[in-house]
């Protein structure tokens, strides 16, 4: 049985992980449990609090060289087919100017892969269980390896090993449904730069332009008796959705994205989050421990903070221990000192991050409620007056700098 010594070992190669690896200045151990970098969900909303991180990172310039700039965001009520609000997004924020891009993953993912040192990351290295030995900690991974660390940071996504370690309860179902796609389009799709969002009739469906050439989508809805078996497949799905659109006032080039997605461009899965006051009363860091990610703040995809909260918690994470490493050496033979000094930067980031992902979590919840219900007076109120709020939600909460490292 192979048994390895690490100092600083980041389970999962996420955002999150890869942020943390790349701002920490230290060297580390990524473990990823699958056999190559994942680029499931296609891409993501990169906002202007993504891209403070990303700069902080030092590759915020290689994502924008290949990504679209988008200029404004239009909801449609899909019952009327008409425009509810236009929200500009080449607007001033508190510190700076918007900026707004939808991110292919695997590209994002791959940029920061490649910054890394080589043999940073260990592909098919997946956490099965953890335990704690004194300041040492011990993961046993699935393929019957052991690891022993002193620091463990948990970027192992919503059903993460070290959260539960930590005690954390797992993310509850929203009893909501996602299915997202990529659509190619080699000639150019037409698509201005412009964030397309129509709600009503119980769903959610987005149209984000990527590049000039691709387009992202997302719809997202409640099941009921009445779809059957729709979760049961990719192609069951997909048909759903489209039958679905079809029967609300969808534009034809907005339904073409979804029919002109490959199948194997396609996925779909149910919306879970972590209760808000699991943050409140559980535990983000222990002595030696943390989690950051969707290992932290699962979330439902209303205001597209998933992916860039993870980022921010990478810039926080790298920053509060290259903080207390610059003070004490970490390495040394005075392990009591180092494990005081890990202990205090994991504690000031739990501090700074469980805030935001409470409001980050809860914002999301609330938005998604409201957008999709079928209740008579909230949907008369939401086509009515809220149409504008909730945009205008979607990029205040954005309007967050994380700092530098």
């Known amino acids: 049985m192979e048994e390895a010594v690490e100092d600083i070992v980041i389970a999962g190669a996420g955002l999150a992980g890869l942020a943390t690896a790349l701002g920490k200045g230290v060297r580390c151990l990524v473990l990823e449990s699958s056999p190559a970098l994942r680029a499931s969900g296609f891409a993501f909303t990169t906002w202007t609090n993504a891209f403070r991180a990303l700069d902080a990172l030092g590759v915020g310039d290689k994502i924008r060289e290949h990504h679209l700039l988008h200029e404004r965001m239009i909801a449609f009520s899909a019952a009327t087919g008409e425009a509810a609000t236009e ?29 890394l040192p080589e043999g940073t990351i260990r592909y098919s290295s997946k956490v099965a ?33 070290v959260a539960k370690w930590l005690g954390l309860p797992k993310p509850v179902l929203s009893g909501r449904w996602a299915i997202r796609g990529l659509a190619e389009y ?20 987005g149209v984000l332009p990527c590049s000039d050439t691709s387009v992202y989508w997302g719809y997202t809805w409640c099941p ?20 679905k659109l079809r029967g609300a006032k969808i534009p034809a080039e907005a339904l073409e ?44 995809p209303e205001l597209g903070q998933g992916g860039c909260a993870a980022l921010e918690d990478g810039v926080v994470l790298a920053r509060c221990l290259g903080e207390a490493f610059a ?28 805030w935001r992902s409470i409001q980050l979590i809860t914002a999301a919840y609330v938005v998604g409620f409201i957008q999709q219900s079928n209740n008579a007076v909230v949907r008369f109120v939401r086509d009515r007056f809220l149409a504008g709020l909730l945009a205008k939600t979607l990029v205040a909460m954005a309007d967050y700098d994380c700092g530098t490292l």
């Not at 335990?131 to 046993?140: A, I």
């Open 186 to 205: 080699p000639a150019g799709h037409g698509f201005g730069p412009e964030i397309l969002q129509f709600i009503g009739h119980g769903l959610r469906y």
């Open 129 to 161: 269980a953890m335990e704690e030995d004194g300041s040492v900690k011990t993961l046993h991974l699935a393929d019957g390896s052991i690891i022993k660390a002193k620091v463990v940071i948990g970027c192992d996504g919503v059903n993460s090993v």
């Open 224 to 243: 009921s008796p009445a779809d059957g078996d729709a979760e049961e497949s990719v192609a069951k799905m997909r048909s759903h959705v489209v039958a």
């Open 327 to 354: 003070v004490a050496r970490f390495g040394s033979h005075d392990q009591d000192q180092e494990g005081r000094v890990v202990k205090a930067a994991l504690e000031k980031y739990a501090e700074a991050r469980r």
């Open 87 to 115: 929200v500009s997004l080449k607007i001033q924020g508190k510190s700076g100017p918007q900026e707004i891009r939808c991110v292919k993953r695997d590209f994002l993912l791959q940029t920061l892969a490649n910054e």
């Open 257 to 300: 994205v979804i029919e002109r997605s490959e199948m194997n461009d396609v996925a779909s899965s149910p919306l879970r989050f972590r209760s808000p006051l699991a943050l409140v009363r559980g535990s983000i860091s222990r002595g030696g421990v943390c989690v950051a990610g969707d290992a932290l703040h699962p979330m439902t």
